[in-house]
């Protein structure tokens, strides 16, 4: 049981260029979100969602795009990557959207827009 | 809007000394809150959480009280160790059926030998 895992863990991008997080979990979870850290601002949502098929905004969505094409992944996306972009992303997950649920994070990816 | 605020950091401590991070938020309706910790390298890991006023939850040592008066959810713990030295995240589900959390901009926590 590998939990919450994140391809790939690091990656530099030169500004403009594109690229696809996976995100993957075995845990058999309904409901999927990503995050974006950064400094003295803790974790803010990116986008999320609520099933296979399904995704929602949150709180940072833009320059971000996401599918959830099968119940055990999420992608995240960046068109065209900005400096603004440089973070640690974190996926996580949980079995159903009840607010006292325990969220199992992945272990982050660090990505640098150059 | 739903918010949090956690105090600001770093925290420096000596080994068995006594520990405070001050967490208080803003939120509508009863939210359950929730103190993650995020070890060096890794991603976070709940570390111990309360759904309702007036419970404690606890884990490895650490305690918090889900305080409805004083909307606070102040993590301590008597006697730290250099192996708690991590980054502290306290966070609140945003209610709904979402699951969504919204959290605090994280303590960092520095035990010395």
């Known amino acids: 049981n590998a939990g919450v895992t994140q391809t790939p863990k690091f990656r530099v991008l030169k500004t403009g260029q594109s690229m696809t997080l996976l995100c993957a979990q075995d845990m058999n979870h309904e409901y999927m979100y990503w995050y974006r850290q950064d400094p003295g601002m803790g974790l803010r949502l990116i986008h999320y969602?609520?099933?296979?098929?399904?995704?929602a905004k949150g709180e940072v969505p833009d320059g971000y795009n996401v599918s959830r094409l099968k119940k055990q992944n999420f992608l995240l996306g960046l068109e065209s990557a900005a400096p603004s972009q440089t973070s640690v992303y974190f996926c996580a997950s949980i079995g159903v959207g009840r607010g006292t649920d325990t969220q199992y994070f992945g272990p982050g990816t660090r990505l640098t827009v150059l | 809007g739903n918010s949090v605020t956690q105090m600001e950091g770093p925290v420096t401590l000596s080994e068995e000394a006594f520990l405070t991070i001050n967490c208080t938020y803003t939120a509508t309706g009863y939210p359950s809150l929730f103190w993650y910790v995020q070890y060096p390298g890794e991603g976070l890991q709940l570390l111990l959480k309360a759904t309702k006023a007036d419970d404690k939850g606890s884990n490895k040592g650490f305690e918090a009280t889900y305080r409805k008066e004083t909307t606070s959810f102040h993590l301590e713990k008597g006697s730290v160790q250099v192996s708690d030295s991590a980054v502290y995240f306290c966070a609140l589900s945003d209610g709904g059926n979402t699951g969504k959390l919204i959290f605090g901009q994280g303590t960092t926590l520095q035990v010395k030998p």
């Open positions: 969602s609520v099933g296979e098929g399904t995704t």
